[in-house]
């Protein structure tokens, strides 16, 4: 009895030390501990007979036996629970690469993109440039036909001038050699 009194004593004690730590998953040489501390507790639990008699013995070959399938159960469970945290880290790692992928796919189709509108940009500017210098050139044609138009206007307003003059000219040389031929004529009378 009393080498039960003084494992259950170090149950707790151990219980306390677990306690204390942060979580962290439990290694195997734990898990065995604690499954064999939970066996003798239970033992403890239920009374737990005289360690010498056969019933005892029997018992603890049965206990042993559940132990031993509890522990069986327990490595497969763990078994199957850090395959699947290993396939979740595999999938999340694939997912990941999928992703990353699709990802540079998106960023090159948006770097080709943006070049072709940097070069579709260029060319308009190019083009603007072009119509600006031909613009000009036109514009500077423009003023030199509108110039030439002005002197020409001023040549031909110089000449209508010149024009009027000489047919005012032409009228009175017209009534002067009119008059003079009616003189002519009462002279010659």
């Known amino acids: 009895m009393s080498s039960l009194y ?5 149950f707790t004690r151990n219980r306390k030390s677990q306690s204390d730590s942060p979580p ?5 040489t734990a898990k065995t501990l604690r499954v064999s501390s939970i066996f003798y507790l239970h033992m403890l639990e239920s009374g737990g007979s005289n360690p010498t008699t056969s019933d005892s013995y029997g018992d603890r070959a049965s206990a042993r036996a559940r132990r031993e399938a509890r522990e069986a159960r ?11 945290s290993n396939r979740d880290y595999k999938k999340l790692y694939e997912s990941a690469l999928t992703e990353n ?4 796919t998106k960023l090159q189709e948006a770097q080709l993109e943006l070049a072709d509108i940097k070069s579709k940009l260029e060319k308009v500017a190019q083009q603007k440039q072009e119509k600006t210098s031909d ?6 044609m423009e003023k030199r036909e ?3 138009l002005e002197r020409k206007m ?3 307003e110089e000449e209508m001038k010149v024009l009027t003059e000489l047919k005012s000219d032409n009228q009175r040389l017209k009534d ?9 004529s009462k002279l010659s009378k």
């Open 24 to 28: 962290a998953s439990p290694s195997p």
């Open 176 to 184: 002067e050699n009119g008059a003079l031929i009616r003189v002519i």
């Open 146 to 148: 509108r110039r030439a």
């Open 6 to 10: 003084t494992r259950s004593k170090e």
């Open 154 to 156: 001023s040549e031909m």
């Open 74 to 84: 327990l490595a497969t469970l763990t078994s199957r629970v850090e395959e699947d």
């Open 135 to 140: 613009r000009s050139s036109v514009l500077e």
């Open 101 to 104: 992928q699709k990802l540079k």
